[in-house]
């Protein structure tokens, strides 16, 4: 492929996510590997950094715990989201017992074809509140009646965020459990989902930036 006009040896290279930025005229390109094609599991890991051990099926409103600045937690959004660190303000974990019940149950389902994958979700001018503390719900999708999602997080910062009208953002980094296409569809070369069943998903954290 030519770059910046050489002639170069071309070289293909299978991935999820990419993100071409300039940074004094020298060109930067952020790469997220995401395969549908091999395992990845989160939920252990996100469950166990839950400051308060929520147990209570009736658990009706979540818990949105700061994640400590600079911290590994921290880190490892912040690296995922290839945004400037001092243009975090917050970083929050979701923790709702009861949405998260629903999203085991579900994961658990799918047995051993289940690949868990993060991606990216903006609300627009739905408030995020009503996604930490009911779910996602396909009914109120506004385009293909389904949930969407992206990998690369510059397509939800790109019109999708919500705006909170104090010069600053939000948008959430999900956890989905695919296994079953006609549930959960890669979309776009695999770029995107389409996600069919509420609780095939779960708002793992609520980011916001300026």
């Not at 001092?86 to 289940?114: A, D, F």
């Not at 385009?143 to 010069?167: D, E, I, K, T």
Request: charged share 15%.
């Amino acid at each position: 492929v030519g770059f910046l006009g050489l002639k170069q040896p071309q070289i293909y290279v299978l991935i999820e996510t990419a993100q071409f930025e300039y940074h004094g005229g020298i060109p930067t390109i952020h790469v997220f590997v995401e395969s549908s094609q091999s395992k990845t599991y989160y939920s252990h890991d996100f469950r166990n950094k839950w400051q308060n051990n929520h147990t209570l099926h009736s658990q009706t409103n979540a818990i949105l715990t700061k994640v400590t600045k600079h911290s590994q937690e921290w880190n490892d959004i912040a690296s995922r989201m290839a945004y400037p660190s001092h243009k975090l303000v917050s970083i929050q974990r979701v923790e709702h017992q009861q949405l998260w019940n629903k999203y085991m149950t579900y994961y658990e389902s799918l047995g051993s074809s289940c690949n868990e994958v993060k991606v990216w979700h903006g609300t627009r001018t739905t408030q995020p509140s009503l996604i930490y503390n009911g779910g996602f719900k396909k009914e109120c999708a506004r385009v293909g009646g389904c949930l969407w999602y992206a990998f690369n997080p510059s397509y939800s910062m790109g019109g999708y965020q919500h705006r909170c009208g104090n010069g600053t953002s939000q948008v959430f980094l999900c956890l989905v459990a695919s296994g079953k296409a006609d549930q959960v569809r890669y979309i776009w070369g695999g770029a995107a989902l389409n996600v069919y069943v509420n609780d095939a998903t779960y708002p793992a954290y609520l980011i916001t930036y300026r």
